[in-house]
């Protein structure tokens, strides 16, 4: 089952402009991270935020979480016809020997017009 | 150097049949991922594999589902009896620790 629900389910938006999703996720984490896709294949890792840190970046990525509402979002600055893609939350649970272990949401569909 | 490889890219299969999948890890990674991808079902967790531990099969659908990972490299993902409903991408990671890498994932059919 799905730990975590993304919104929007999808979001179409011109070159140039800044895109936002968000994430929320039910249990403890001991981190949160952002994946990419590509056509339904192989995900490429973007960032991780540990449960601790509050706001991370990484070029035009921008990640925030918020640990009281269980919810996080990822603002993607300057957007390009190229980061049309899946994006993807993924929570690696507090506790337990299987911290590798990874839950992902249900993924937001991008779409870039040039 | 080398990403995560799985092989076959693609697998057609007839129902009842078993299949094999397999998975190349990054050399040096310690943890292995099954995960399988459909569209009514988004991304699940299959099983894990770390270092010499146990592997977690918490994810794994039924006893149909079996996972070896020989050496601490490689893994074969097997599934007996195949049923349509195991019609999916299939996709392994590898990690050092948090941060996992995919591997293109194999996509299985069956009639």
């Known amino acids: 089952s799905q730990q975590g629900e993304e919104d929007p389910q999808a979001l179409s938006i011109q070159e140039g402009e800044n895109a936002t999703m968000n994430c929320s996720y039910k249990?403890?984490?001991?981190?949160l991270q952002w994946y990419r896709q590509n056509s339904g294949r192989g995900l490429v890792h973007l960032i991780l935020i540990r449960s601790n840190e509050r706001e991370k970046h990484s070029g035009r990525l921008r990640v925030t979480l918020d640990t009281s509402k269980k919810s996080s979002s990822l603002l993607i600055t300057a957007s390009r016809a190229a980061d049309t893609a899946s994006y993807f939350c993924?929570?690696?649970?507090?506790?337990?020997?299987?911290?590798?272990?990874?839950?992902f949401g249900q993924g937001t569909i991008l779409t870039v017009h040039p | 150097g080398a990403g995560v490889s799985q092989s076959p890219s693609n697998k057609v299969t007839e129902k009842g049949k078993d299949v094999e999948l397999r998975c190349d890890p990054i050399s040096g990674h310690t943890a292995l991922y099954w995960y399988r991808q459909s569209l009514g079902q988004g991304l699940e967790f299959l099983i894990y594999f770390q270092g010499n531990s146990a592997p977690d099969k918490s994810g794994l659908p039924s006893d149909r589902f079996s996972a070896e990972r020989t050496g601490g490299s490689v893994s074969t993902l097997t599934i007996q009896r195949t049923q349509q409903e195991d019609s999916a991408v299939y996709l392994c990671?590898?990690?050092?620790?948090?941060?996992?890498?995919f591997g293109p994932g194999t996509r299985l059919t069956v009639t």
């Open positions: 249990t403890s984490i001991n981190n």
């Open positions: 993924a929570t690696s649970n507090a506790g337990g020997t299987s911290y590798g272990k990874l839950t």
């Open positions: 990671a590898s990690s050092l620790k948090y941060e996992q890498y």
